[in-house]
């Protein structure tokens, strides 16, 4: 089952936010993101709040949409109430669990639900994540129509084998079909890779990258399989069914995509994401990274803004109970200090290409840029000219370098 949520402040049952959070909401972005928990099997390396269809209890995925148009509304009025401004949905983002097992009417009305309460930028980004097999060009016509812009395909490897390993059920060959499906539909495409699954090879992962490649995708993520307590994995590889993931491996394999996607006209932008260019990032998820502001919407759901941060709770039953009675679905919730604002920002602001402006540093951090310059872990050129930007390197070590940087 997925982990457990965090351990902080009980979140009151009208959902209003402290008077803090409202302020300079309007120089921030405001996304929403929406979670679809629904899963056909759960893979054995997934810790996300996801649920099949034996585990929901009585709820009924059909119901679903109607809960998460409840809290749309929820929300609009919650921030109304608590005096942060009034703004349009720069981004809207479905995540799971896999969205596309609901029909493309359902992902639709959301969608028009987000557009009649908050309204929706004119260059708004709108993404759905799809499993390759859950969907066809019929699906993804009818999301481009309701005003979609954008796929992530979790594609995860092209090898049968470390699929199998993965507990992932596409065939790898249907990849390609499905994004031509999108492209033919206006879509852009992401492909979502994942690297150092035990029994993987170094030669196994340059055939996915190429694999990938050769859809010609928009995107690439690529994330090293990290073993979450509590899955399934995790318990095969302490009864040593299958070997533990290979950290140098780990590392060569990141070398190995960076080396492949520049060369081909790719460049990152975030440790984990490349892009073929500016226009074609992620501007969903650089709203994390920066700091700017979203609504989570659905079971489990994680939300931030103006330093306040909560979430739902995690059982699609609850999750409807509460918005059905006309509640806050919020479980917890916590205000971030200054300090703790100050180190989240280097965590994450760190990561990205545009680098973390030495500025924002305390008299210790931009002491150690130096030493992180000496290590070859920062670049020498961006630090001069105020920004701490990774290296290659850097980026393998980027946890090292926050560590020393708020030291």
């Known amino acids: 089952m997925p982990s457990a949520l965090p351990i902080a402040d009980p979140a009151p049952s009208d959902g209003l936010l402290p008077d803090s959070a409202a302020v300079g909401a309007q120089h921030r972005d405001f996304g929403v993101y929406l979670h679809v928990p629904f899963c056909r099997v759960r893979c054995g390396y997934c810790d996300f709040n996801t649920y ?9 995925q059909t119901d679903y949409a109607d809960q998460a148009r409840q809290e749309v509304r929820l929300a609009s009025d919650v921030l109304a109430r608590s005096g942060v401004v009034a703004r349009k949905a720069a981004t809207v983002f479905f995540g799971g669990g896999t969205p596309t097992l609901l029909p493309a009417a359902d992902l639709r009305s959301m969608l028009v639900q987000v557009r009649d309460v908050f309204g929706l930028a004119d260059d708004a980004e709108v ?38 390993t993965l507990e992932r059920t596409h065939d ?22 994942i690297y150092g699954t035990p029994g993987e090879s170094l030669k196994d992962w340059a055939t996915s990258v190429d694999a990938a490649l050769e859809c010609a995708p928009d995107h690439i993520s690529a994330y090293s399989l990290i073993v ?6 995790a318990r095969q590889i302490r009864r040593g069914e299958v070997a533990e993931p290979d950290e140098d491996l780990q590392a060569d394999m990141y070398e190995l995509i960076d080396d492949r996607l520049a060369d081909t006209g790719f460049e990152w932008y975030e440790v984990s ?65 200054a300090t703790t604002r100050e180190f989240e920002d280097v965590l994450l602001r760190v990561r990205i290409r545009d680098g973390l402006p030495t500025s924002a540093l305390q008299g210790t951090g ?21 920004s701490v930007e990774l290296t290659r390197a850097g980026r393998l070590l980027a946890d090292a370098v926050v560590r020393r940087l708020v030291a």
């Not at 799809?130 to 979790?154: K, Q």
């Not at 031509?180 to 879509?187: C, E, H, I, Q």
């Not at 931009?366 to 920062?378: F, K, Q, S, Y």
């Open 52 to 60: 099949t269809a034996t585990e929901l209890r009585g709820v009924k």
């Open 127 to 164: 993404t759905t994540e799809a499993n390759p097999d859950s969907v066809d060009a019929a699906y993804l016509a009818e999301l481009a129509d309701a005003g979609f812009t954008r796929v992530s395909f979790g594609m995860q490897s092209a090898v049968p084998h470390v699929l199998h």
């Open 172 to 193: 790898p060959e249907r990849v390609p079909l499905v994004v031509r499906w999108a492209k033919d539909a206006g879509l852009q495409v992401s492909l979502d890779l």
């Open 228 to 233: 979450e307590d509590g899955t399934k994995l």
């Open 273 to 337: 994401n490349w892009a073929t260019d500016v226009d074609h990032r992620s501007r969903h998820n650089l709203g994390y990274w920066l700091g700017h502001d979203w609504w989570g919407v659905g079971p489990g759901a994680h939300s931030h803004v103006g330093g306040v941060r909560w979430w739902n709770v995690k059982h699609p039953a609850a999750y409807a109970q509460r918005v059905l009675a006309g509640d806050s679905p919020a479980a917890g919730r916590e205000t971030l200090d």
């Open 366 to 386: 931009r002491a150690a840029v130096a030493g992180l310059i000496a290590d070859g872990l920062v670049d020498a050129k961006a630090a001069l000219h105020g």
